[in-house]
């Protein structure tokens, strides 16, 4: 089974604080995505990656930055937390037409 | 630019019942891809069912069905003899070229015993 796995669940962050959020994947996927999961709005796409140290902007990169050091690996960074990211960030890595989601992390900024 | 529309926030039906969740989208494109995706509570988004545009034939998967109607950009999920475990957000979402996934609101089932 494809496995995603996302750093923290829950997470509580100061407004101002910069924050990494981890996601790790185990099936040698080239593609990897962050959205962000709001009530009514769907998921929305942040950033993407197609391999090692490239990466794209998504529909809402403001606020964000990503890295992709090592190809299992891609990472969320908020530079300078604010309270409107609070949300819900998923991780997803694929190849061809599929997509496979980590479990979510569900980041409070107060 | 892609869009994936769900009209329905909220639906409930009693096991053992059909319900058809709905889904419009707009794209400009001849070959593309429509999913229907399920996040069952506090769990992880998994894929339901897959359609691809150039396939007429509606895809099935056990009691999921699609009715993929390419004309009308329509792309409703039905689930047959509904379960406990069919209680979970649904979203409709689209794929072309580049790979990036375009997501609807989302539907919340709740299935009642």
């Known amino acids: 089974d494809v496995k995603v796995t996302q750093s923290s669940r829950y997470l509580v962050k100061r407004t101002g604080e910069k924050v990494f959020l981890e996601c790790v994947q185990d099936m040698d996927h080239e593609n990897m995505f962050w959205y962000r999961q709001d009530p009514g709005l769907g998921l929305r796409l942040i950033y993407f990656s197609y391999d090692v140290k490239m990466k794209e902007k998504g529909d809402i990169p403001e606020g964000y930055s990503v890295s992709r050091e090592k190809k299992e690996r891609f990472s969320l960074i908020l530079e300078s937390a604010s309270t409107n990211q609070t949300s819900m960030y998923l991780c997803a890595s694929g190849q061809q037409y599929e997509q496979y989601f980590g479990p979510g992390t569900r980041l409070t900024v107060t | 630019a892609q869009t994936v529309t769900q009209s329905q926030p909220e639906m409930s039906v009693q096991e053992a019942e059909t319900v058809t969740l709905s889904c419009t989208y707009d794209?400009?494109?001849?070959?593309?891809?429509l999913f229907w995706y399920k996040q069952p509570p506090s769990r992880q988004m998994i894929l339901v069912i897959r359609?691809?545009?150039?396939?007429?034939q509606n895809a099935t998967e056990n009691r999921f069905s699609v009715n993929f109607q390419k004309a009308a950009k329509s792309f409703s999920l039905k689930i047959s003899d509904s379960q406990l475990g069919d209680t979970a957000m649904y979203f409709c979402a689209s794929i072309q070229g580049a790979q990036k996934l375009v997501f609807g609101q989302g539907t919340r089932l709740t299935i009642n015993p």
């Open positions: 794209t400009s494109e001849n070959n593309y891809y």
């Open positions: 359609q691809e545009a150039y396939k007429q």
